[in-house]
C-alpha cells in the first residue's frame, strides 16, 4: 500500500481565545453524551464499514493511485493530530495546484475564498467516486474512536487556514472536528471560507442531542445525493 502524506511544518499552534474554555465545553451532553453518540454509532457500524473502506483501498491500489492520505490538522484546545482518509488525488497534487493558482486567476480565487475547486484536476477517477459517496471519509472513523475527531461537529481545519478562519476561532476550538456536521449538510459546495465558520458557530450555540440526531438524518440523506466534490 502506498500513502500520500502532507505535512505543514508548524512548531506549535497557539489559539487566541476570548473568554472560552476551548478544553471543557460546557453542558452534560457536551461532555459526556456526544462521545457516547460517537462510540454508539461507530462500534456496531465497523463490521460493515471495514470491508467497504478495504474494498476502496483496493480500487485506489489497482489503480495505481496511492491508497491513503494523511495530513496534520487543528482539533480540539489547539491540539494538532493526524487526520487519515482514502487518497482521492494524484501523487504530486501539490505541486499541481501550486502551478494551476499561479497560472489561473479565476481557479485561484475559487480556492482563496472557499479553499476547493469544482472539477479538480489534481482528483483522480477512483478519487472522483470517493468523494461523490464521500467514501474517502471512511478513516477518519479511527480519528473518532481515538477521540482527535466526532462524528458530528466543525469540518477539520487545516493549519495554515487559521488566519482565514475569522474572529470565531476560540468557537472552533472549543469542540471536536467532525466528520459530518452542519456545514457539511448544508452549504458545503458554495459557501466560502468564512460562512463555514459561521456555520460552526451557529452549530456550537445549538449543540445537544437532538441537534445531533437531526444531522445524523440530514448526513444520511446527503450522502445518498451523493454531493461531494
Not at 125 to 136: E, K, N, P, W, Y
Amino acid at each position: 500500500m502506498t500513502f500520500q502524506p502532507q505535512d505543514i511544518e508548524v512548531t506549535k499552534v497557539t489559539p487566541t481565545v476570548r473568554g472560552a474554555d476551548v478544553r471543557n465545553p460546557k453542558g452534560f451532553y457536551a461532555r459526556y453524551g456526544k462521545r457516547a453518540l460517537d462510540l454508539a454509532l461507530v462500534v456496531p457500524s465497523l463490521p460493515i464499514v471495514v470491508p467497504i473502506l478495504l474494498a476502496c483501498a483496493f480500487a485506489n491500489l489497482i489503480a495505481g493511485n496511492p491508497v491513503f492520505y494523511s495530513q496534520l490538522r487543528l482539533g480540539r484546545g489547539g491540539q494538532v493530530f493526524r487526520i487519515w482518509k482514502l487518497s482521492s488525488m494524484r501523487p504530486d497534487a501539490d505541486r499541481v495546484l501550486e502551478n494551476l493558482l499561479r497560472a489561473d486567476l479565476e481557479r485561484a480565487h475559487e480556492w482563496a475564498t472557499t479553499q476547493k475547486l469544482k472539477d479538480d484536476p489534481r482528483v483522480t477517477r477512483v478519487g472522483a467516486f470517493l468523494r461523490r459517496t464521500s467514501m474517502d471519509e471512511l478513516p477518519q472513523l479511527l480519528n473518532v474512536l481515538k477521540g482527535d475527531m466526532t462524528l458530528l461537529g466543525p469540518r477539520p481545519m487545516m493549519l495554515d487556514q487559521v488566519e482565514i478562519y475569522g474572529p470565531t476561532l476560540d468557537t472552533y476550538l472549543s469542540l471536536r472536528p467532525g466528520i459530518s456536521g452542519k456545514w457539511q449538510v448544508s452549504e458545503r459546495n458554495d459557501a466560502h471560507f468564512r460562512r463555514r465558520a459561521q456555520i460552526d458557530a451557529e452549530y456550537a450555540c445549538e449543540l445537544g442531542f437532538l441537534t445531533d440526531l437531526k444531522l445524523v438524518w440530514q448526513t444520511i440523506r446527503t450522502l445518498l445525493r451523493s454531493t461531494g466534490y
